[in-house]
Structure formats: C-alpha cells, structure tokens
Nanobody
Framework: QVQLVESGGGLVQAGGSLRLSCAAS????????MGWFRQAPGKEREFVAT????????IYLDSVKGRFTISRDNAKNTGYLRMNSLKPEDTAVYYC????????????????WGQGTQVTVSS
C-alpha cells in the first residue's frame, strides 16, 4: 500500500515556475513508477509525465516537453514535477500517482493516487 500527498500548487503568473512534490508513505516507493496527471474544469484527466522506478526513463506530454521536468528521490520517498514557463492552459488540479504494472501514460496503469493540488496560471 502506498499513500501519496501532493504539495506545492498555487497561483502563478504566466511565465512563472512552480515545483510540485509528491510525498509517498511506505518503504517500497522505489519499486513503483510514478506519474503526474492533471484535470482542468470540464475536461478529462490528462497524462503529464511519468518516471520509471529506476529513475532513468521518463515520458512527457508533448505540450510540456522542455518546460516540465519529472524527478524522484527514492531515499526521501518523494517525487517532483518542476514546471517552468507556465501557461494559462496549464491550469488544472495536478495529481501524482504510482503504479507497478505497465509503465506509461495510461492512468489505468496506476494503482495509487494522491488527492491533488491546484495549479492556477494567470495571464
């Protein structure tokens, strides 16, 4: 069992930066791949980025490539999403998730989810 708690969201102007954190409970965090998803009002949940348990491989949504960086510190049981050059269209509730099945951007592959943190980008 893994419990995830996100933090670091907030209100930022376009062009600004935020770093989201995802604190995981349990001693087996390092065996799970971790991902970030987001959901804007009236839209479906969208994959943003994922990182393998090995901390070597990553996958990003095309629209965030070059702006967002996913990382993890297994010693601290924490994952991160660094977001630079934020745009109003990045406004959403951001969720972290962890899984142990088929690694990738499909939310069905994630067993555990956090409660979400709001990110609002003003123009």
């Amino acid at each position: 069992q893994v419990q995830l708690v996100e933090s670091g969201g907030g209100l930022v102007q376009a062009g600004g930066s935020l770093r989201l954190s995802c604190a995981a409970s349990g001693r087996t965090f390092s065996s799970y791949y971790m991902g970030w998803f987001r959901q804007a009002p009236g839209k479906e949940r969208e994959f943003v980025a994922t990182i393998a348990s090995s901390d070597v491989s990553t996958i990003y949504l095309d629209s965030v490539k070059g702006r967002f960086t996913i990382s993890r510190d297994n010693a601290k049981n924490t994952g991160y999403l660094r977001m630079n050059s934020l745009k109003p269209e990045d406004t959403a509730v951001y969720y972290c998730a962890a899984g142990s099945g088929n690694w990738g951007g499909n939310p069905a592959g994630y067993n555990y989810w956090g409660q979400g943190t709001q990110v609002t980008v003003s123009s």
